[in-house]
């Protein structure tokens, strides 16, 4: 069982640039949250999905897409990287039933 | 939009002692709160999660309290160790399950 996997763990990006985060749990949670964690701001929600084919906005969505065509997977797309996206991205997933949310190991990415 | 305010933001304790981290939120309208704990460059760890219909819960060492309906959590943490040293967070949950986080706080446990 391995839980929530994240991938790539560390990343350089140009300005300008666009790359997808990969997200993928294999407990077959119907919730899946996407997070960006900022020095002094905490984790903020970016996007969350209740269920294959429904997502929504979180806190900061501006600047990414994501899409949720199977349970298991939910991949975050930045689609014109800039310096300000620079951040560690957090995934997050639950059951409807359950009580535990687990999270991936995090996402380092910088926008130089 | 939901606000969770965290005091204090740093905490330097003896090993030993017995400390309380304070958590508030302005959103009362919670489906349940959740306290982690996040070493440095690592993931969340969820400790303990309260549903909106319970008032604690309890593992180990731990006790996290609820007050909904004036928006307040508090982290009890008995018997402090120097493994306890990490930033801790509490995050309220909505009714999808997207979680509100503060910005925690920093507990440091001297030896």
């Known amino acids: 069982n391995a839980g929530v996997t994240q991938t790539p763990k560390f990343q350089v990006l140009k300005t300008g640039q666009s790359m997808t985060l990969q997200c993928a749990q294999d407990?077959?949670?119907?919730?899946m949250s996407w997070y960006r964690q900022d020095p002094g701001m905490g984790l903020r929600l970016i996007h969350y999905?209740?269920?294959?084919?429904?997502?929504d906005q979180g806190e900061v969505p501006n600047g990414y897409n994501v899409s949720r065509s199977t349970t298991e997977d939910f991949p975050l797309r930045l689609l014109s990287a800039a310096p300000s996206q620079t951040s560690v991205y957090f995934c997050a997933s639950q059951g409807f039933s359950g009580n535990t949310i687990y999270f991936g190991e995090g996402s380092w990415l910088t926008v130089v | 939009k939901q606000e969770v305010t965290q005091i204090p933001a740093a905490l330097s304790v003896p090993e030993g002692e017995n400390l309380v981290l304070n958590c508030s939120f302005t959103d009362s309208a919670i489906y349940n709160l959740q306290w982690f704990r996040q070493d440095p460059g690592k993931g969340l760890t969820s400790l303990l999660l309260i549903q909106s219909s319970q008032r604690e819960q309890t593992s180990g060492r731990l006790n996290a309290s609820l007050d909904k309906s004036s928006g307040r959590s508090t982290l009890y943490i008995a018997a402090s160790q120097p493994g306890d040293s990490a930033t801790y967070l509490c995050?309220?949950?909505?009714?999808?399950?997207?979680?509100?986080f503060g910005s925690g706080t920093q507990l440091t446990v001297l030896p």
């Open positions: 407990m077959n949670h119907e919730y």
């Open positions: 999905s209740v269920g294959a084919g429904i997502t």
């Open positions: 995050a309220p949950g909505g009714s999808a399950r997207q979680l509100t």
